[in-house]
């Protein structure tokens, strides 16, 4: 993606949206209390007047656009292999799990690992975690593959057809999505194991959860049992709250739900509702982007404010819907709180995407629907592994993200140790 084309467009759209901007005056009850918000920043109008915010703005997104050029130079080169090169490792796709591998592999000076990515280099651009929804949209970085017409599911979405998003850029479907960091439930790995998959219950893969974490949190940052902090990912709350996760929180606390670490001993939890908001606590992405108020500039100048809240996703609760009393144990529903407007809830309908794994499912050679087998080797065929979400033979329950990341830590283990090398 050209990174002056992507600035004049982001240019004009945000000097449209400047023409015209308003600010809906309610009130948020809390606890009791009547609490009038001015603005997503609280019950104080700005300290700062439109000239400020829009000299802010400006002269952040120059530097913006400037700290880009440096990144994309220090990106990696292509290079076409020589004719007759050899390599130990060919990594195809270098998403989550073709990434971490390639890292990992690359730890052992001996080995020589190509990777191989049909999309570009990834940008900043494509960092700004309030606009995640609309990388979706994207021909260039996002293959835009959308499942079958179907009168069984996706029967909400337009066609009958639900968007089936996958990355064509450095990072893969990891650019696309919301980052949202979660392992699913230790009961998920157990059952990979009773599936005949040796080595891939939860005792056995949580080391691999917390090699590649850094988790920044500071009270979790104790939890050495279940969070890591030497690993090359880092993790932490967005920077930015609106007042509905308060209160989206507080609604899990009063049905009896407790706020834990979902990444930690216990998942059950609740977090939120979805909400459907026309007051100025809700994030429209249309006043977010108005370069007049403060958010551009907050972010811009200091990486603050509401644009660091990935596509507008604040909280997460995953519930036991079947036994609404049931505080512990296996979820079976997740609630996601969006922090958005009506208007800013179609935007993310129509660009809504499933997470895909199980294509390449993981079991013993006896399993006659396993592709590959508890080592990732592809079964009947030499020199090929599989090391992706879709290895997995069953769903966890949460989001595939993380767990890619672990496979492809686990993957590359097993492969230094059949090579002879020391592992961590």
């Not at 919301?178 to 009773?194: F, L």
């Not at 001993?265 to 809700?282: C, E, H, N, R």
Request: contains cysteine; negative net charge; charged residues 20%.
């Amino acid at each position: 993606m050209n990174p002056y084309s992507v600035f004049a467009y982001i240019s004009r759209f945000l000097f449209l949206l400047s023409l015209s901007t308003i600010i809906f005056h309610e009130q948020l009850r809390s606890n009791g209390r009547q609490t009038r918000y001015v603005n997503i920043y609280g019950s104080e109008n700005f300290n700062t007047t439109p000239v400020d915010n829009l000299f802010g703005a400006g002269i952040g997104a120059l530097n913006f656009l400037y700290q880009d050029q440096i990144y994309q130079a220090n990106g990696q080169p292509n290079v076409t292999p020589e004719p007759g090169a050899k390599y130990d490792f060919i990594v195809i796709g270098a998403g989550t799990a073709g990434a971490t591998m390639t890292a990992r592999l690359s730890e052992i000076k001996d080995f020589s690992v190509l990777l191989i990515e049909a999309g570009a280099e990834e940008t900043l651009y494509m960092g700004v975690p309030l606009l995640a929804n609309f990388l979706q949209s994207s021909d260039e970085i996002n293959w835009k593959y959308e499942t079958e017409p179907s009168d069984k599911y996706c029967t909400g979405m337009k066609g009958k057809r639900c968007k089936w998003p996958r990355g064509k850029v450095m990072g893969g479907s990891s650019v696309l999505n919301y980052m949202i960091a979660t392992r699913g439930n230790a009961w998920d790995y157990d059952r990979w194991a009773e599936l005949g998959n040796e080595g891939w219950a939860f005792k056995d893969v949580l080391k691999y959860f917390k090699k590649f974490e850094n988790i920044q949190i500071p009270e979790l940052r104790n939890d050495k049992k279940y969070r890591g902090t030497r690993g090359p990912v880092s993790l932490d709350y967005a920077p930015f709250q609106t007042p509905l996760l308060k209160a989206f929180l507080e609604a899990g606390q009063e049905l009896g739900y407790n706020l834990v670490d979902y990444n930690g001993k216990d998942q059950m939890a609740y977090g939120g509702l979805t909400f459907m908001i026309s007051m100025p606590v809700s994030m429209a992405v249309f006043n977010m982007l108005d370069i007049s108020q403060p958010y551009m500039k907050d972010f811009f100048l200091e990486r603050k404010g509401p644009i660091t809240v990935s596509g507008g996703c604040e909280g997460i609760a995953f519930l036991d819907i079947d036994n609404p009393n049931k505080k512990y144990g296996l979820p079976n529903m997740e609630l996601i709180s969006l922090a958005s407007s009506i208007y800013s809830m179609e935007a993310t309908l129509d660009n809504f995407g499933l997470n895909q794994d199980g294509t390449c499912k993981m079991g013993p050679v006896s399993d006659k629907t396993a592709v590959v087998d508890p080592t990732l080797k592809v079964i009947g065929i030499k020199g090929l592994r599989v090391s992706d979400a879709s290895i997995m033979p069953e769903i966890p329950t949460g989001h595939t993200n993380i767990p890619t990341y672990m496979i492809a830590e686990k993957a590359s283990d097993m492969i230094k140790q059949e090579w002879g090398y020391p592992i961590d």
